[in-house]
């Protein structure tokens, strides 16, 4: 699958991102997990902001590679975890096709899973997610954005 799936932008600067996942762990607070597994390397980023608020020490990853940029090749799984996930909480940014999550569910079957953002093939793979974003839409992170210099309008428009 390529590209062309997307035809719309949604833009998460650092800020909305840290809101957002704040927001997600006010939905947590209630439970109690072991550790955090972080699906890198979207999940990175989520996972320590959200054992910082949950004051989770213990963090582990199962590292896997889906996409390269909007291009989705096979599922690379470069490590996994030796436990059924049972009491851990499951991170990555996003869930897209599901693709990723389908896989990471097989590998830790008891873990709760969230992600930040969810599209809607694959949000019925997530336990709890913050943003339904639509299928058609790619997210830009602020991790994969720059600040760049912008031309005045007229100057766009009228040169
Ligand atoms: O639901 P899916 O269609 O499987 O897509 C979701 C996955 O794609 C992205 O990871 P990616 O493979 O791009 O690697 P990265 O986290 O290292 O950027 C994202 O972080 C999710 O893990
Ligand atoms: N950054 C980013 N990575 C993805 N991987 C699968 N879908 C997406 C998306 O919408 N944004
Ligand atoms: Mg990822």
Not at 47 to 72: F, G, P, W
Not at 82 to 103: I, N, P
Request: hydrophobic share 40%.
């Amino acid at each position: 699958m390529s590209s062309h799936r997307y035809h719309q932008h949604f833009t998460v600067s650092w800020d909305q991102l840290h809101r957002d996942v704040r927001e997600l762990c006010h939905r947590l607070i209630e439970r109690d997990f072991k550790g955090i597994v972080a699906i890198t390397r979207g999940g990175l980023i989520p996972a320590a902001l959200i054992a910082r608020e949950l004051n989770v020490r213990l963090i582990d990853t199962v590292c896997i590679k889906s996409y390269d940029h909007m291009d989705q090749g096979g599922l690379d799984v470069m490590k996994g975890v030796d436990h059924d996930g049972d009491g851990w909480l499951l991170v990555d940014d996003l869930v897209d096709t599901g693709k990723t999550a389908r896989k990471v569910r097989e590998m830790l079957p008891k873990a709760h899973f969230v992600t930040v953002y969810a599209k809607p093939e694959g949000r019925p793979l997530v336990d709890q997610y913050l943003t339904e974003v639509a299928q058609d839409c790619w997210i830009q992170f602020p991790w994969d954005m720059g600040i760049a210099y912008v031309e005045p309008l007229v100057d766009q428009v009228k040169r």
